[in-house]
């Protein structure tokens, strides 16, 4: 078996990508986002002797990130600012429609407020229930469902050219 460092360290090497996609959509900022990912495994390793026998370190580490986001923008120290690309995991084929598309759906993301940007994250990229969103934010389920049509409404304006991809229910 494993030692619980070699264990954490498997988890980190692993998950990271995948936490720092969800940092970066969240903060709108990839250094804000690595840090982001960082204080998050910080915590996450603090708890980890409970935790990896439970499978539920993901899950974990992911709720004190959107908890450690939650708090910076009650702190009122969140800058945004354009950065480098969302980081993704590498396809083949033709890539110049495809960057197109999310280099236009960050601009259009970067233009919504923190928490419309956090409930479109967690709805649509990490495909959370309006309750697991509310929980993992700490507002109601109502601030949920409006933030969500208030954000979409908002994206259907300021980016009508992503309207055919993502907002009719009909992906190309």
């Known amino acids: 078996m494993e030692s619980l460092a070699d ?5 980190v090497r692993s998950r ?3 936490l720092l996609r969800s940092a970066f959509l969240l903060t709108g900022d990839q250094h804000l986002a690595e840090d982001l ?13 409970s935790l990896h026998h439970s499978g539920n370190a993901e ?18 120290k969140v800058m945004e600012s354009l ?3 969302v980081p993704e995991a590498p396809r083949g ?8 598309v999310r280099l236009t759906l ?7 407020t923190n928490r419309q940007r956090a409930v479109l994250v967690l709805r649509f990229f990490e495909d959370r229930s309006e309750i697991e969103a509310a929980e993992l934010l700490g507002v109601s389920v109502g601030t949920v469902k ?14 009508p050219e992503l309207n055919e991809f993502y907002f009719t229910g009909v992906a190309r």
């Not at 264990?7 to 988890?11: G, K, S, T």
């Not at 974990?60 to 702190?75: E, F, G």
């Not at 084929?93 to 197109?100: P, Q, S, Y």
């Open 16 to 18: 990271t990508p995948s």
């Open 106 to 112: 960050r601009a259009a993301l970067l233009r919504l």
């Open 59 to 76: 899950a974990y580490t992911r709720k004190i990130m959107y908890h450690l986001q939650v708090a910076w923008w009650r702190r009122g």
């Open 37 to 49: 990912v960082q204080n998050a495994l910080i915590r996450t390793h603090r708890s980890w002797r």
């Open 7 to 11: 264990e954490f360290d498997a988890f």
């Open 146 to 159: 409006s933030q969500t049509a208030k954000a979409l409404a908002r994206l259907r304006t300021i980016a």
């Open 93 to 100: 084929g033709d890539h110049a429609h495809a960057t197109t």
């Open 83 to 85: 950065a480098a690309d």
